[in-house]
């Protein structure tokens, strides 16, 4: 059965920091590119970060980059993201997913598999 959990999210600060993890079984993890995604009450969902199966390249939508990092054990079947400087405009459900291809991915529709999502809220 696959899963993808994620956790960390939470309440904090503007300026504040949140480490989300993604916890992934059921499939082989190492051969899937990860990306996270949010999606705000009333707004779309939107690509966050992504990170190669190798976790040897990483991106970032232009809103958080800077200020977020994404990581990946694949010995561990996690992906991680670290928030930092947290804004109440980055308020939102944070998605994981899994895409099967060597690349991550912007788009939403190229992912196979979808966690739960945790809740980020970030007060002013």
């Known amino acids: 059965q696959v899963q993808l959990v994620e956790s960390g999210g939470g309440l904090v600060q503007a300026g504040g920091s949140l480490r989300l993890s993604c916890a992934a079984s059921g499939f082989t993890f190492s051969n899937y590119a990860m990306g996270w995604f949010r999606q705000a009450p009333g707004k779309e969902r939107e690509f966050v970060s992504g990170i190669i199966r190798s976790g040897g390249s990483t991106y970032y939508s232009d809103s958080v980059k800077g200020r977020f990092t994404v990581s990946r054990d694949n010995a561990e079947n996690t992906v991680y993201l670290q928030m930092n400087s947290l804004k109440p405009e980055d308020t939102a459900v944070y998605y994981c997913?899994?895409?099967?291809?060597?690349?991550?991915?912007?788009?939403?529709?190229?992912?196979?598999?979808w966690g739960q999502g945790t809740q980020v809220t970030v007060s002013a």
């Open positions: 997913a899994a895409r099967n291809w060597y690349r991550s991915s912007d788009y939403g529709s190229e992912y196979k598999y």
